[in-house]
């Protein structure tokens, strides 16, 4: 949020100092922005979503990939704006060279952002379990695992419809309080 406000801070001071300098690259460069400006915002705006999403446990932030990738292809139409405009500004001839590219760098981007968001998901589901698994007793490391419990020691893993409800309400607690955590942190 700080970002989005900052850029629009940048917009309206870069907007006000084009009455006091006459640099035409200048003017080019503001009129770049303002000519972008709901793209750039719109930018921001589906970043600032993602995070929203990346910020909470793993339910809720499998939408985050997806945003991400969203946002990272808004940001290639960006960048592909930005090289026509230098090629205007420069007279060089590169901004063909880099259409004819976006349409192999597009999906590829797209899908190495997707893969990566969701395998941090999962490398944060299936590794961090296992670490936290291990504690520390009189100096020594020991690991937990099912093979440890016998089936001889009385352990029953079926669980009533009472402890489902209970488990389902601790999880919308947390859920709630981990939501008001994020808020109040980002302030």
């Known amino acids: 949020m ?11 001071l870069a907007n006000i ?12 460069g503001i009129g770049f922005i303002n000519d972008n400006f709901w793209l750039l915002l719109l930018i921001a705006i589906i970043l600032f979503v993602g995070a929203i999403f990346g910020s909470f446990p793993f339910p809720l932030n499998l939408p985050e990939p997806i945003i991400k990738a969203i946002g990272s292809v808004f940001c290639i139409a960006f960048f592909l704006r930005m090289f ?16 004819f590219l976006s349409f192999l760098i597009v999906p590829l981007v797209f899908l190495i952002v997707l893969i990566s968001g969701y395998f ?10 296992r670490i936290s698994q291990t504690e520390e007793e009189d100096g020594q490391v020991v ?11 009385g352990v029953n893993d079926a669980k009533s419809w009472e402890e489902i409800g209970m488990e389902f309400r601790l999880m919308l607690y947390d859920i709630l309080h981990r939501f008001r955590q994020e808020i109040n942190r980002k302030e």
Do not use: C
Not at 17 to 28: A, D, E, F, Q, W
Not at 143 to 153: G, L
């Open 2 to 12: 700080i970002g989005i406000i900052g850029f629009l801070i940048v917009v309206v």
């Open 17 to 28: 100092l084009m009455y006091y300098v006459s640099n035409p690259l200048y003017h080019s």
């Open 84 to 99: 026509q405009w230098v090629d205007s500004v420069a007279a060089t001839n590169l901004y063909p060279i880099f259409w």
């Open 120 to 129: 941090e998901i999962m490398r944060q589901l299936w590794w961090q379990p």
């Open 143 to 153: 690991h937990k695992s099912h093979s440890d419990v016998s089936p001889d020691d």
